[in-house]
């Protein structure tokens, strides 16, 4: 049974940088593929981008491209999701899942992580 | 990146059965999942595919497709399904974007 644990809530200020890690327990990390997804306060959920470890590739939504990075340490089992140039509006709670594709024809996430709050406020 | 559009609130009696709505491009050709997020906590994979269940979610969760819609069909609507549900497909550009809905509110009556 695949589990997923993030890192805890983070307070940051506008400007910088938050980096949010999960980690992944249950079978073959490397074959995941990692998605990252927040959901500001009162919001829907949004898709910002995943990697897949095996192969070393992240690719992002476009709404963060050039601002997020997600990498992944198959050593430790852990992915990490890194935002920069926070403002307000990057409130929000961000969580990590598992992503499983079958061809293109479907792909779900299942399971998630417990979601990390991150606070950004001068 | 295309859209997904679901109906912000839905209401339905206890025992009834009730449809959710997905509406959407990138649905004629790729399947949407579902989620259930109820108060504070994370989403949970409800339906997948062309209507697959996890282990775990009841009988009374089923999904169906077609042309640019996919819905989500609770029947017989228990109070412990009252939750928000989004559905979740990929865009139809060749990055593969992830894309949401904008999530229903369903509420038991």
């Known amino acids: ?122 | 990146s295309s859209e997904l559009t679901q109906d912000p609130a839905v209401s339905v009696a206890l025992g009834q059965t009730v449809r959710i709505t997905c509406q959407g491009d990138s649905l004629r050709s790729y399947y949407a999942s579902w989620y259930q997020q109820k108060p504070g906590q994370a989403p949970v994979l409800v339906i997948y595919g062309k209507n697959n269940r996890p282990s775990g979610i009841p009988d009374r969760f089923s999904g169906s497709s077609s042309g640019n819609t996919a819905s989500l069909t609770i029947t017989g609507a228990q109070a412990e399904d009252e939750a928000d549900y989004y559905c979740n497909s990929r865009d139809s550009s060749g990055n593969h974007e992830g894309v949401f809905g904008g999530g229903t509110k369903l509420t038991v009556l």
Do not use: H
């Not at chain 1, 940051?12 to 990390?29: E, L, N, Q, R």
């Open chain 1, 1 to 122: 049974q695949v589990q997923l644990v993030q890192s805890g809530a983070e307070v940051k200020k506008p400007g910088s940088s938050v980096k949010v890690s999960c980690k992944a327990s249950g079978g073959t990390f490397s074959s995941y593929t990692i998605s990252w997804v927040r959901q500001a306060p009162g919001q829907g959920l949004e898709w910002m981008g995943r990697i897949i470890p095996i192969l070393g590739i992240a690719n992002y939504a476009q709404k963060f491209q050039g601002r997020v990075t997600i990498t992944a340490d198959k050593s430790t089992s852990t992915a990490y999701m890194e935002l920069s140039s926070l403002r307000s509006e990057d409130t929000a709670v961000y969580y990590c899942a598992r992503e499983e594709v079958f061809g293109v024809v479907y792909s779900y996430f299942d399971p998630w992580g417990q979601g990390t709050l991150v606070t950004v406020s001068s």
